[in-house]
């Protein structure tokens, strides 16, 4: 007998499973945003109701609540949530962290303007990505606009995870997205912190 195909992110479809990525400071919580996310909110291009996807400890959301942004995180990890709490109340910002999941947005029950995404979207492939993008497609008002920060294929090697291609992008977003521009990036990850390839990309829900 064949066996089941092994999950190869069980943290997204397993809540428990999510607090097993932060027993230890994983490479991507570096204490503070990613720069093209901090340059996006210095333009001002954070707007309205803004969730931050996969939130982690939530420096993203942090970002937006110190603009005077409404500003909500999600993700599986209640660990996470729990350093994103202490973060917030350190730093006398109001910010709603949820424990919810990336692939079920519709059950949110909520909308937003903006949605942040770093370092996510890259995980996902096939039916896992078709879900992100129809319940992104859900909580984003006409016009919200979706900032995705992730893994590039212009890095070399082979380690971290999946590395997209332009392509990979262009193609998951089509019927009711504009792609607004994809430019190449950097993102930060520790020990260093080092920055690797990556791609900005800004879709705006037509």
Known sequence: MTPPPRDPHPEYHDPDAADTLYASKPPWDIDRPQRPFADLAAAGELRGRVLDLGCGTGEHALLAASHG???TGIDQSA????LARAKAA???LRVTFRRHSALELPTLGETFDTVLDCGLFH???GADRAALVTGLA???RPGGRYFL????DRQ?????PHRLRRTDIERAFTDGWRLDSLEPATLDILPDPTPVAA???ALTRI
């Open 149 to 152: 920060l992730g893994f590039s």
């Open 138 to 140: 859900a909580i984003l």
């Open 156 to 160: 070399p090697g082979t380690w971290g």
């Open 123 to 125: 995980l996902f492939d």
């Open 199 to 201: 791609w900005l990309a």
């Open 79 to 82: 660990h996470a949530l729990d």
């Open 69 to 71: 942004l409404d500003a």
């Open 90 to 92: 350190e730093r006398g």
